[in-house]
């Protein structure tokens, strides 16, 4: 079946310091594969996705790329700021009957302290 | 604001009372998506429509649960005699359609609490 497992938090870095989120993904054939941020009080935004092997979607700083031979999707950025205090959600694409859901992983928690 | 919408944005029922949530998709996008989230959890998928047809529904998606787009616009999820365990986040997400390279828009949600 479709499912993705990622990085259990929570993180807490200091301002400036790199980040990453590991992220792996089971699924049939090829899937597309997302990053969601949900910041406090708000709800669940599209950071960046890629979609297919090889592919690199970035966004504010942000980086991940598709890599099919280790079935892996990992979040990172540089520098990050206060700003980025959020849940960070992997998630895949898998349309095996046209419907297209989305499956999540658990969220993982960022705390950037300055 | 054009983005998705979600009313109410809070609920308190009472165990066995019925609740309905509403659904404002993105105007041009032609596929809706339910989601149900709980604490700690990511989104998991309940249903999603394509224009105003329901095509797929979750295995979680129990009896009590009912779900329309009537004119392909709007989207309502009904929850009939509702339970503890149905207290969580609802989300609504939009999409223009298409192969799994589609992106999907989320609402805010509405956080239900069952007492």
């Known amino acids: 079946g479709n499912s993705v497992t990622q990085m259990e938090g929570p993180v807490t870095l200091s301002e400036e310091a790199f980040l990453t989120i590991n992220c792996t993904y089971t699924a049939t054939g090829y899937p597309s594969l997302f990053w969601y941020v949900q910041y406090p009080g708000e709800g669940l935004q599209l950071l960046l996705k890629?979609?297919?092997?090889?592919d690199k979607g970035s966004n504010k700083g942000f980086e991940a790329t598709y890599r099919k031979e280790t079935t892996s999707f990992h979040l990172e950025k540089g520098s990050v700021q206060v700003s980025d205090s959020a849940v960070y959600f992997c998630?895949?694409?898998?349309?095996?009957?046209?419907?297209?859901?989305?499956?999540f992983g658990t969220g993982t928690r960022l705390t950037v302290i300055p | 604001d054009t983005g998705v919408s979600q009313n109410p944005r809070h609920k308190i029922t009472k165990r066995g009372q019925n609740v309905t949530f509403r659904c404002d998709p993105i105007?041009?996008?032609?596929?809706l998506y339910w989601y149900r989230q709980t604490l700690g959890q990511g989104p998991e998928f309940l249903t999603y429509f394509q224009n105003e047809a329901q095509l797929e529904k979750s295995r979680l998606l129990s009896d009590r649960f009912s779900a329309e787009r009537p004119k392909g616009s709007f989207s309502t999820l009904e929850i009939q005699r509702t339970e503890q365990g149905d207290s969580a986040m609802y989300l609504c997400?939009?999409?223009?359609?298409?192969?799994?390279?589609?992106?999907?828009?989320f609402g805010p949600g509405t956080r239900l609490t069952v007492l």
């Open positions: 105007s041009e996008h032609n596929r």
């Open positions: 890629a979609t297919k092997a090889d």
């Open positions: 997400a939009s999409s223009l359609g298409g192969d799994s390279t589609d992106t999907q828009y």
């Open positions: 998630a895949l694409s898998r349309s095996l009957t046209g419907a297209n859901n989305l499956f």
